[in-house]
């Protein structure tokens, strides 16, 4: 049959993770599926690493196994591991940049965050939380915490900001995918048209056990019932809540 698609398609999806790949080709000479799927195996170990070092780092050793172990069996996480999505390398770098901050490594996180949005759109969700959190972790006067909080904002917005810009300026809005039109072969006039994708929590919630295994859920409940103060750990709820926020 013709193709029902006019034109071309365009899509606006960040190139960091796709033009690291095909460094990788090129340096091994071959568009090879065996060092595209080594290439995403390293943002699985990485954030395996940046989680344990986060958990490490705000708590003990033994939190952080505990938490390197529950984040590496995760369904999602692992079988996106070895299929070639973004969302691996974008959690990867969200784990390295949540270290940074709380290391107080200002500069380096700014770098990592840049990089976030070069890598996948809905990074852009957890800037609120990033740069909240990058503020209350510095020391000092308000000022002084201001003038801390630069270094992280300076690398963040000269790497992410054209993207952004770009953004806006052809497509007026931070994530936009255009499609030509479509000109299907029956169409009904009086039947609306609604978009519902198969892996989405909106129109199926049920997945977020598929996604994240009964045992993350269960450990989440464990961990709220035994934590006497949740407060405590604000700088673990204030990314997920910023990101629940705006998605």
Known sequence: CDNPFQGPIINDTPMLW???????????????????QVYQVGF???????????????????????????????????????????????????????LLLIKKKHLAAGVVAGSM?????NAYFMVPAFVVLAFLNSSG????????????????????????????????????????????LYQSKDTPFIFV?????????INIIKYTGPMSLISLVIYICLSPDIRKNWSLWLPIVSYCIFF
């Open 141 to 184: 006067t308000n000022n002084n915490k201001l003038k801390q909080l630069l270094p992280f904002l300076v690398p963040m917005i000269l790497i992410g900001g054209y993207d952004l810009y770009s953004r806006y300026s052809n497509f007026g809005a931070i994530t936009y995918v255009v499609y030509p039109e479509i000109k299907p």
């Open 44 to 98: 699985f170990i990485l954030l395996i690493i940046c989680t344990f070092l986060a958990a490490q780092t705000l708590y003990s050793t033994r939190i952080g196994l505990y938490s390197a172990i529950i984040i590496a069996c995760m369904p999602v996480v692992s079988s996106h591991s070895i299929l070639l999505f973004v969302d691996i390398p974008l959690a990867a770098l969200t784990m390295l940049c949540f």
């Open 18 to 36: 796709h033009t690291g790949l095909a460094l990788a080709w090129w340096l091994w000479g071959d568009a090879s599926q065996t060092v595209a």
């Open 117 to 121: 949005f070069l890598t996948k759109s």
């Open 197 to 205: 994708h198969p892996a989405s929590i909106k129109h199926n919630p």
